[in-house]
């Protein structure tokens, strides 16, 4: 479907030409006469083979340098395909080269792939024959020269960050994440079900929750037409009934006079009028500016969906009802806590991962996230192996080898009491946080046992009912409930979940020892009162899991557009 | 890795034994000992070649009848996999029968799969030997019974509806549709990108807007805090300031007494100490219950994000920046619209699929929402047959037709002039809505092109700049805009998008022109600055491609949890 006004292009980029997983951005070239420079530099051969094509190729200048005193100029180009550029040479009669050379610089340009000269490290680079367009950069205001910038520093850049290697990077290796968790997922007969961002039901009453409301809007537009039409003064209004009064003796008094139909029945129309003035001006002297009050609170009832609503927390709750009749599903959405931490591991908005199954139990539950953890790693050693190398060069030497490590090994698996005892008789160490049975694991825990004990990744399950929430099944002993996390090493916990209580009775139980009201959990008890089934779920935050395969310290520096206290840019 | 206590399984369920791409259920297996009935009855041979194997399944009854003389019971068993049931057989031996046949109950069996007598319609059944587990149901206080339930009675019950043939059909429609797009666009060189939902910058200045506040919550717990714990009154205030004093003429008076250092370092001391609880009292003083204000308005400062934030009603902007950096991009993420619609055809909180493509014009971009949508259509005729067939016996005749059609005939293309001119001409059907060249065209307008002028999908482009975003590309003719509708019958517009705007003299003309400030579109303007690109995308409304594919009437009734004025269940 490309143009038919073309030169000849890479004849069709047929996807049988390439390799190594790289054919995908080959099909582009069905739509469009551009080539990715993925499908050009990511074959085995480096591209060898394609030499004597010729294409279009778009990109952004990385480095660029006028050679043989002017004469031609070679430009590193890179258009976010990949991490690997595309050397371009132009001679300065196809183009004036000052204006390319420049960092920044966004070039579309047509020529032929080419052998280069012997000795030099690509396998292939273009001759521009001619440059269709150019999007030039004045290097003097440019925010993001060639020099290396602190990832603190891009934060203020969220727009322009992602021209950087690593912001780059790090795109396409969430993106290989999210690909492979729906591959997987559908892989495994699992639906993908989209639970709500708005929600009027708090998962866990925790608390730390973001409203959404249109109150605010609605007393603003109230404000400015009462300014424009004020409210009807006292005296209008008393008017007005005047003028009611004085239609109503008039018509009292017709009729005393045995006046005629005619005369009465405008008479009458008459007072339905300045009754119906009159209405309308009781109505409009009631709106006040502000916000909708009702027994000195905000009157909910006037919000959007006439009550409270807020961001959801998590979608386990609502999949559940999924799961109770589709049997294997999993959310993958949005989540938002309103906590005011500034650390390096909490936003306010991040992504998460939850499925949810149905028929089955706590140990089906780790079957399946052990295998999902390492069918993602798997994935980026298999589809981003050139992007991991980048993160081991620059952030983080063991990155690769922590996702073969994963991705190889069983996973340990230890009851929580098992795990405190381990942490108990740790002589090694000293934890900031005391360990004793009953107490929630600290990161330093979590990670001491993934780390330093076991060198791999560790499943903990059944924990002690008293830290952990009202759904979770309890156990036969009464002490601790069908709980599960998953510890891996660099980042500690990283899946949690659980087998839900499927008992009526119990739940029940649970919801009211928790201290939390019956009324809002109606619904989610329906699914125990009718044709109740033993089911299971956990959650993988997706950022964790990026931090985990990059080695990147901040999460701010994981995820596209991040919100924290005081910033939500663009 | 299945428990090693249970009887044989389908041995390991191996891919290999299955067909019609089922195999996807059949692999659960690995982690469970139960096997989903759409890896036993949507094989090609429904099944007949797995008699004999032994098998755990579960599921809920769709209908049950006890049949000789209450010797045995029959249930049609779902397990929301595909819309067939499996067939089970339960002797009165095995199991009560009572409890078993109730609409809704849900059973978790293990038996043997057998060839059922010759003449019965399916292929194959089960044979229960053992009830692990189950749910029953009280048929007097179940509210979806077996007879038939409109959908609108259903939307009073979005935690059990997923149980009922329909909303199991959309839902796994729904499922097939999103894995299709990820599939078509990673498969095409796209990296998926996800934006922001809370935003401080609003797309198009199109005002219906949700707020994002934790300012009500605030004001609530400073309101408890202060009940608790009231506010100095002025007269604390004072007698500490007088404390300061006191303490400060102390030291005044050892110094002029010149005492010895250690007397006058405690009064400093204690002087520090006076000062200190003073400000913590003036501090509190300031604490004021309600909404914090400034200048009469409430103070966003105090916000959490310390400014207004709102939920997005597209990612567009946001993910141009990805664009222009990684050059294939796409977001698949939730929007939202504060608009008070109560049609059929609006949601307050909808999915969209958005596309932003680099070095690409609009031809480009029809070329890939073309391709976009028939694949989608052809995904669902390879993947959802079933289903569809479901939807085609209840709901709508035409959907398959409809599916098959889009996904083999090549999409009309006219200008928004030529698309104006043939409604003109129009003379059979008088519409409601005036036709002149400058209107937006309706959905009466949209659908007649696509359904009765030409029957197949029509993109319409190049339209009147006065009636679209400033973002979209200025035409050589100064009086339209790169703009493209994909219209398609049944729903009328499918898809919208533009080349964008790339000259920054032109978009800071367009902005202006349209009203808006600059100074929020900085950023966005950062791209035209830098390196600019030619660049489109076009946007999907999902529900409107699930609403096109199912032939369904109201989109309440294809998204999970539907969010309307008044209405957000759960």
């Known amino acids: 479907m490309a143009s038919d006004t073309t030169p000849p292009l890479i004849d069709q980029m047929a996807a049988t030409t390439l390799d190594d997983g790289h054919n995908a951005s080959a099909l582009w070239a069905q739509f469009s006469d551009r080539v990715m420079i993925r499908s050009i530099v990511c074959r085995s051969d480096g591209g060898a083979g394609l030499a004597g094509q010729n294409v ?44 390319l050379v420049q960092t920044g610089t966004c070039v579309y340009v047509q020529g032929q792939l080419k052998e280069p000269p012997a000795g030099t490290k690509q396998k292939v680079e273009l001759r ?35 021209r950087t290697n690593t912001i780059s990077a790090v795109a396409r290796i969430r993106n290989a994440l999210a690909y492979a968790t729906h591959t997987f997922f559908q892989k495994h007969g699992f639906l993908y079900v989209h639970t709500p961002i708005i929600t009027t039901s708090d998962c866990e009453g925790a608390g730390e929750l973001f409203q959404v409301t249109t109150l605010f809007s609605d007393a603003e537009k109230l404000e400015k037409e009462l300014k424009q039409n004020p409210p009807p003064s006292e005296s209008e209004i008393e008017a007005a009934n005047l003028l009611v009064k004085e239609k109503g003796d008039i018509i009292s008094k017709l009729k005393s006079a045995k006046a005629n139909k ?61 799961a109770c009749a589709l049997s294997n599903v999993y959310t993958f959405g949005p989540t938002f806590r309103a906590e005011h931490s500034h650390t390096s591991r909490h936003l306010a908005e991040f992504w998460m991962v939850e499925p949810e199954i149905a028929f089955a139990d706590l140990k089906d539950n780790m079957n399946c996230a052990e295998a ?20 081991v060069k620059n952030f983080d030497k063991t990155a690769i080898d922590r996702l073969k490590m994963v991705a190889s090994t069983p996973f340990e698996r230890i009851s929580y009491t098992e795990a405190v005892q381990l942490l108990e008789n ?8 005391k360990v004793e049975w009953g107490i929630d694991l600290a990161s330093e825990h979590e ?28 156990n036969e002993d009464m002490k601790t409930v069908a709980a599960m996390d998953v510890l891996v090493p660099k980042v500690g ?65 994981v995820i596209p557009f991040p919100r924290y206290p005081g910033r939500a840019d663009l």
């Open 56 to 99: 279009r190729v778009g990109g952004w200048v990385k480095t660029g340098r006028e050679q043989g005193k002017g004469s031609f100029a070679f430009l590193e180009l890179n258009d976010g395909s990949c991490p690997a550029n595309l050397q371009v040479i132009v001679e300065k009669e196809v183009s004036p080269l000052e204006q």
């Open 262 to 322: 005619e005369e009465i029945t405008a008479a009458v129309s008459e007072l339905t009028i300045a009754k119906d003035s009159l209405a309308r001006l009781e109505e409009r002297s009631k709106l006040k500016p502000g916000l909708p009050q009702k027994d000195g609170k905000i009157d909910y009832s006037r919000d959007f969906f006439a009550r409270q609503a807020f961001l959801t927390v998590s979608g386990q709750l609502q999949v559940e009802g999924f």
């Open 372 to 391: 999902y953890v390492k069918f993602l790693c798997q994935w980026l050693l298999d589809n981003c192996l050139d992007d991991m190398e980048f993160m």
């Open 426 to 433: 740790v002589t090694d160490k000293k934890f900031d946080n």
């Open 447 to 474: 990670r001491y046992l993934s780390e330093i004990i076991f060198k791999k990744p560790v499943i903990v399950y059944n924990y002690p009912k008293g830290i952990k929430a009202f759904y979770m099944r309890l």
């Open 493 to 557: 916990e990283l899946v949690g979940g659980s087998q839900r209580e499927e008992r009526y009775e119990v739940i029940e139980k649970r919801i009211l020892e928790a201290g939390l009201p019956l009324e809002p959990y109606d619904w989610y008890l329906d699914m125990r009162r009718y044709g109740t089934v033993k089911h299971c779920g956990f959650g993988l935050g997706f950022e964790r899991m990026v931090l985990f395969a990059t080695g990147i310290d901040n999460i701010r520096d």
């Open 128 to 162: 521009v024959e001619k440059v269709i367009d150019v999007g030039p950069v004045d290097p003097a205001k440019y925010p993001l020269p060639k020099t290396r910038l602190t990832l603190e520093f891009l934060r203020d850049f969220v727009h322009l960050r992602p």
